[in-house]
């Protein structure tokens, strides 16, 4: 399914042994911070919470591919991995989970991650968008800001999707369209959902190139997603990478995967755990001892607390926020609902 | 309107189970899942030719469970999940209509349906004018609609005033259990594209269910119904906010004003003679829905009210609605969807209003 | 209102060329086509941010001609054909956004905003929101709306009360070439997204445009107006219907009854305060629209007079519009759209009306 | 292109000499209709047409392997060629081209053609439903009905197709897919409307066998589109058809082509004409002769003719249908409307 041309991806040189350490604390700190959240929603510190688990490879390694000076993310609500290893404020992008904000609170223009995005497959037309307008804008160095936009199994059989591959390959614009097939939608498996079994395989029928890769394997990810930005950084156009994983967690705190698959068919899915497997790799290879990891957990706890501690400290949002933050301009019909509010609350 | 007395055979009930078991004692406590439920279940046994689909509607019964067992009893041939595609979903159960089915789609939240509009507005609400009647649309689309439960964003939407502009369809809302077993037994037997709007809020409040019939005159559910008398004002309501004008009806009763809460039930078409009719008693209204505001169905209410009873109105018609943002987040909910003090403040704006 | 003594400048004048040439003689006569062409081009000249696209939109010009030129003049980059998806225009619309471009995207016709009313709805209204307030959305969307012009399914409709009831929305519609160029020059220079809709059976009409000011009073073109003053009753209408209530006054005025005409012009937010202003004074309001009745933006319009005119009104407002029905074929379209006749019964009804 | 497992293409015979020549008949009746339907327009007959000249091969070889007995077809506004293939009542097709009635005033279910569809890309969904419901009502002959449905160049952008071709292959749907590439989508060419060219190639991202084919020849289309036919009814599930060919009119009757290209690009682009091509073909084969032709084109004439007279005839429909068939059971609020109107257009 690699039909990137190899040409393109020169200039990617090899992962030195403090990036791959430094790849590691990011796997650590997800890893730590996603199932911490399940705790907090069990202990009724946030209502809710989409895990990611088991998919801190694909997402720690597509993330760590962005030049956050040019690029712009386009998450959906199960990115917290891109968001962690992209340096957003964490309390500001977990508050959605506390319901304060839908979105997030943090700013989305600064951190260049868009607004969490509820709607499958909604923002990957905003992506295409974004990218054309560097393609409008030009770039003085020969270098485009690159759109990385992501979107799962379940979200490929979205009509929007298809609309934002043609658009991209007509306009040849810098995209990097990053897949995340981790096998369900919900309760449906992909089997059910992608005809032909493989979302990459899509891509040749827009002319754009693809690579379906390993998405378990950070390595692998952070090479295919730098080889897929240099491509479309040069004005090559769009490329699809399709990141094969798993989701080992439900799909959400209120989900039941019980009622739709087995322990058994869980485990053979899901195969060997993706921050196991770095660390054995780490390992082998004699870059990372088990000081570092120790280490590394360490500080992913040390985080979690801090991020806890600023959820909890979270109150709601006011009530003005409703009405201030519709429009730039505001309207009089606006501002009356507004003061009427005011009045019927502060009468209480 | 006493359930205790059957509660404790309804925690054993038969809400799961076929049509056929209508005993003599008929009614039963389900919560409003159940009562969805059963009527779905009934609808297949009964018309061969229903089949329900959507996104997890099969295995997982969907995110509500209000499929729940269905697939598991008819086969996946009756109940199956669909890919993730809404304007797929609702685009394919045109075809199946042609082909001579009942499909009985659902959107997993009413904030899903908006991929659907253009299959939805474009093609099911008009094939049946287009062919001139040959193409029958017999489509019932459940949408868990409104908000009320916290959800993420896009999860508590109210789209009844888009889906009642449009020709062609017909929308529905139920407001307690015994309303929704009936309803949706009613909508998915008619050869029009019915949207069934479900109040997702009250999915787990329990009530009495009388299976044999929805209405005291044993007719059809086609109309508003009256769901408490009174003789001050009419608190019109549809879906979830019904319950909510209840308990606001009985707080004011408190204060000796006697509310009448009429709950709408079809949105379209709307009950126009059931507005007129109590007006003319009360003289007075207030209309009360979740969605915003502006060009919400509360208009269209209000208006009726106002061309049948001008003459008798006391006061102009309040409305007490959503405001014109976008739904927001968390604790603001309670804020936003109109709550006990603003459908009172709402009243009183009414019954102390002065002609000047 | 006379056009003729422009006319002749008016054939070989300026309506394509860019904006720096206002003189002295700031009025001239055009078709909406070409105000709303030289309003584009404008834009262009004055914002290099902005950018024009959709389908047929370049080369073409569009299929009303509304681009006619725009691409030869200011480049591929500026003005551009889209593959045939709008989902995809209004979605890649919110990149170019938050990219720093001002998206001027056109929607072929009324019926083809369907497909993208998720896009609209659920991202383009919202993200301002969502973002709060970090990621505007300066979307100025061209949708030729109404019908009137015979055309084939889905090329007349009326999406106004579906936009006008989504939070995060700001819709306007012009009545004349005037109103045309005014009103698009300073919607494509907001801030927000606006739904700027072509009532299409008027683009070939021609009529004064002062280039140099909007209203009388000079200011920003932002609330309703009023086309003919009058004191017996009013008529509230937009788009195309303005024309025609126009006329319909000119009917009435035979008889001795003198109609004041407002052309709501923005349809979100509604100007409240200039329908109060007009209907106290008048005492009798009728509202006509070409979409279908129910849940319509005339529901919110007669909502808005009567409580702010309840004790002056001397009948309930009465609506003239389209029926709940697909739109029609050919000559059933007169039929449907409100037309003179119904319009003046509308009126008769006002005016006759008797407390009882 | 020629994705189609040439196995399940088996029982298509050769076409025989009668039906050659009818397939001749058919195409010079439908040229001859469609450009009269301009002639129509310029004299007032009709508002407008959208004509199909160069399409006839494509249309009517397709809709020549049509069993109307079982299978059922979704066309477009420009598919009149399939429509007369099909043997529908031409004066009920065209009555949609006077604005009479849209969708037309044939019964679709009778005819088994759904009615003019002009919503792009519109009823390629319906198709599936309908071909699912064959799937799910069984068959006693192991012959499935197969849903035909007819979509363009420029159609194939919109999100619904692909949500189609994915849900008819995940369901294996007994659906052919027949794109007519006819270069254009009103002013736009497809090399900037089909990202990769081709809209054939989608079809192997979904595991969906293909066919891209000489549209303008007649014999190739049927002999494709039977295959296609053949490995739906059998229950092998969906298959697309890419027919290339050239719309050689303008996009309707109020559409100037000269805007966008020019007189050149269009006879390069339009290739020899898919009508003569086949004469000379039947001549040189010796399967007619200039008599057939002569009879032929005299019994286009003579239906063209009759059919102009129909439509001639056709008055506007009652204001009244506007009420009555919206629904199958009608409202008290549409009833009071219609006699609201009745009142009303009596009065005048
Ligand atoms: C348009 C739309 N339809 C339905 C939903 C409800 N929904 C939320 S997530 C989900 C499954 C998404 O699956 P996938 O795209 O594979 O992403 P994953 O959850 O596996 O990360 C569904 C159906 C939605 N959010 N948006
Ligand atoms: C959803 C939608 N958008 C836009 C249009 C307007 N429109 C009508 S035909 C057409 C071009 C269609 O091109 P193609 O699919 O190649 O078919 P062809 O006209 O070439 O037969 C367009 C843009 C429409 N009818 N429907
Ligand atoms: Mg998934
Ligand atoms: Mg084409």
Same mark, same amino acid.
């Given at each position: ?47 809710? @919470?989409?895990?990611? +688990?088991?998919?801190? =490879? ?18 959906? !609500? ?14 500001? @992008?977990?508050?959605? #989970? ?51 936009? @992501? ?5 490929? &059989? ?47 029928? !827009? ?35 399709? =990141? ?7 799909? &959400? ?8 698959? &087995? ?50 400290? +979270? ?31 502060? #009468?209480? | ?59 997982? /019964? ?84 409104? /908000? ?51 109040? *997702? ?23 508003? *119904? ?127 209003? *002065?002609?000047?």
């Amino acid at each position: 399914m690699d039909t990137l041309p190899v040409a393109s991806g020169a200039g990617a040189e090899p992962l030195t042994p403090a990036q791959l350490r430094e790849l590691y604390s990011l796997m650590v700190a997800v890893r730590h911070l996603d199932t911490s959240a399940i705790a907090w929603q069990r202990q009724g510190i946030i209502p809710g @919470y989409a895990p990611e +688990l088991g998919q801190e =490879a694909a997402q720690v390694g597509s993330g760590y591919a962005v030049d956050t000076t040019r690029d712009f993310v386009f998450p959906t !609500y199960r990115e917290m991995g891109v968001a962690r290893t992209m340096g957003v404020d964490m309390v500001a @992008y977990m508050s959605t #989970h506390k319901a304060t904000w839908h979105g997030g609170l943090y700013n989305p223009m600064e951190s260049r991650l868009a607004p969490i995005q509820a709607v499958v497959a909604g923002s990957v037309l905003h992506a295409v968008g974004w990218a054309h307008g560097q393609t409008l804008a030009g770039t003085a160095d020969g270098k485009l800001g690159v759109a990385l936009t @992501y979107f799962g199994d379940g979200a490929s &059989s979205q009509g929007d999707v298809h609309e934002a591959l043609n658009f991209a390959a007509v306009m040849k614009a810098p995209v990097v369209f990053f897949v995340q097939n981790n096998g369900w939608a919900i309760s449906v498996p992909t089997e059910r959902q992608v005809a032909g079994g493989s979302v990459a395989a899509r891509a040749a029928g !827009y002319g754009m190139p693809a690579l379906q890769i390993d998405g378990d394997d950070v390595v692998a990810v952070v090479e295919a997603t730098r080889r897929a930005f240099a491509h479309a950084r040069a004005g090559n156009g769009p490329v699809l990478i399709e =990141a094969m994983t798993y989701r080992r967690g439900p799909h &959400s705190t209120s989900d039941d995967p019980g009622r739709y698959r &087995s322990l058994d068919e869980e485990r053979d899915g899901a195969g060997a755990d993706p921050l196991e497997r770095f660390r054995q790799r780490l390992l082998a290879d004699g870059i990372a001892d088990e000081a570092f990891f120790a280490e590394a957990l360490a500080a992913a706890k040390a985080e979690e607390e801090q991020i806890r501690t600023g959820i909890q400290a +979270l109150g709601s949002r006011p009530g003005t926020e409703m009405f201030d933050l519709v429009f730039q301009e505001t309207t009089p019909a606006l501002q009356a609902q507004a003061a009427n509010w005011r009045e019927e609350s502060e #009468h209480v | 309107m006493s359930n205790s007395i059957l509660e404790g055979a309804a925690a054993a009930g038969p809400a799961r189970s076929a049509a056929a078991t209508t005993t003599a004692a008929t009614t039963t406590v389900m919560s409003m899942q159940q009562a969805l439920n059963r009527a779905l279940d009934e609808v297949l046994a009964e018309n061969p030719q229903a089949v329900i689909f959507g996104e997890d509607c099969g295995r997982l /019964g969907g995110v509500f469970r209000i499929t729940d067992g269905l697939q598991a009893k008819h086969g996946e041939q009756r109940v199956f999940d669909t890919p993730l595609a809404e304007s797929g979903i609702l685009g394919m159960s045109v075809g199946l209509a042609m082909a001579g089915f009942h499909p009985i789609p659902e959107v997993q939240f009413d904030g899903f349906a908006y991929p659907a509009i253009n299959q939805i507005v474009c093609q099911i609400a008009r094939m049946n004018y287009r062919s001139r009647g040959t193409m029958p649309m017999p489509i019932t689309l459940r949408v868990p609609s409104f /908000g009320g439960i916290r959800a993420p964003e896009h999860h508590g939407e109210s789209l009844e005033a888009l889906f009642a502009h449009v020709p062609g369809l017909k929308v529905v809302s139920p407001s307690n259990p015994h309303e929704a077993y009936h309803l949706l037994k009613y909508a998915a037997t008619r050869p029009d594209p019915v949207i069934f709007m479900e109040p *997702k809020s009250r999915y787990w409040q329990k009530g009495d269910v009388d299976l044999a019939h929805c209405d005291a005159d044993g007719g059809d559910p086609t109309g508003a *119904k009256v769901m408490r008398e009174g003789r001050h004002l009419t608190l019109v309501a549809w879906g979830a906010m019904v319950a909510r004008c209840l308990q606001v009806a009985e707080l004011a009763a408190e204060d000796g004003i006697d509310i009448e809460v009429l709950d709408l039930r079809w949105l379209k078409p709307i009950d126009a003679e059931a507005l007129a009719a109590s007006v003319r008693k009360t003289r007075r209204a207030v209309v009360v829905h979740e969605a915003p505001l502006t060009s919400g169905l509360g208009a269209e209410v209000a208006q009726l009210i106002t061309q049948s009873c001008f003459d008798t109105l006391k006061a102009p018609v309040e409305r007490v609605t959503g405001f014109d943002v976008p739904y927001p987040s968390g604790d603001l909910e309670d804020e936003y969807i109109p709550n006990i003090d603003r459908i009172l403040f709402g009243i009183q704006r009414v019954l102390e209003y *002065k002609r000047g």
